[in-house]
């Protein structure tokens, strides 16, 4: 029996934080945020199976497609946790806790291809592009959007 999709609107209020861990993973939560809200309609402006998602899709060697059919089912976090866990290539809690680490570490600034894109980004949001981490600057802008939205 198919239950139903339930999360966050996503049209008032952010997914979570990329850096909050769920089953120890980084973006998780904020990727299952997006992917309910996306399957429920009310995803608004946020993208599932972004190239963030898909750092998170790439490490575990997972579809973005398969993910979402999970959703689809109506899994819980922890049974979304577990088919992880099971899916694509396994990882220890070592490396997971490690990935999770350098994401979490880890800058738009320092990619050549997206430098100039989150240079722009970072600046509108009153944030130094050199300093600012891309979890940072997510979360910043999650916050800002939805202030303006309130507004």
């Known amino acids: 029996m198919k239950r139903e999709i339930t999360g966050k609107d996503l049209t008032n209020e952010a997914p979570r934080s990329p850096r909050l861990r769920v089953g120890g993973y980084a973006i998780l939560g904020r990727t299952i945020d997006k992917c309910r809200a996306l399957v429920a309609g009310n995803i608004g402006e946020y993208h599932f199976d972004c190239p963030l998602d898909r750092t998170l ?3 575990k060697e997972i579809r973005g497609e398969d ?3 999970q959703i689809e089912q109506g899994r819980s976090d922890e049974e979304i946790i577990e088919w992880l866990n099971q899916s694509g290539e396994e990882k220890t809690p070592a490396q997971i806790r490690r990935w999770s680490e350098k994401m979490e ?4 600034h320092d990619d050549l291809e997206k430098r100039d894109f989150f240079v722009e ?4 949001l009153g944030l130094d592009p050199e300093k600012t981490t891309t979890f940072a600057w997510l ?3 999650d916050r800002v959007s939805h202030a303006q939205q309130a507004a």
């Open 105 to 108: 570490a880890s800058s738009l």
């Open 121 to 124: 980004e970072t600046k509108k």
């Open 67 to 69: 993910f979402r059919a």
């Open 139 to 141: 979360e910043v802008d």
């Open 57 to 59: 899709f790439g490490f």
